[in-house]
């Protein structure tokens, strides 16, 4: 059975840094972070496999966000930098078990409950 939960979401200032984590439970082949607006379609920002390499960044955000994993195996992180206020959102990260995995709502099975965002 695979969950997901995610931690750090707080309130920032324009300009400022924060990094959000997903801790994973349960096997899974992809783990994606997405992030929706009031008003606005979820939206894909990073997927990354778990047993290989590579970490795809939609353009929106590549320049300022990192994914990364730890402490802990089962940790995976998401740092990002130079926010704004159009980053205010409720984050989330998702996973599938699937090796097909794009970075779209649909492709994944499992999410986590969100953690908000707010930027000012």
């Known amino acids: 059975h695979v969950q997901l939960v995610e931690s750090g979401g707080q309130s920032v200032q324009a300009g400022g840094s924060l990094t959000l984590s997903c801790e994973v439970s349960?096997?899974?082949?992809?783990l994606a972070w997405f992030r929706q607006a009031p008003g606005k379609e979820r939206e894909g920002l990073a997927r990354?496999?778990?047993?290989?390499?590579?970490?795809l960044y939609a353009d929106s955000v590549k320049e300022r966000f990192t994914v990364s994993r730890g402490p802990g195996r089962n940790t995976h992180t998401l740092t990002m930098g130079m926010l704004q206020p159009e980053d205010t959102a409720m984050y989330y990260c998702a996973a599938t078990g699937s090796n097909w995995c794009p970075l779209r709502r649909e492709n994944y099975d499992y999410w986590g409950q969100g953690t908000q965002v707010t930027v000012s």
């Open positions: 990354t496999y778990i047993k290989g390499p590579g970490v």
């Open positions: 349960g096997d899974i082949h992809c």
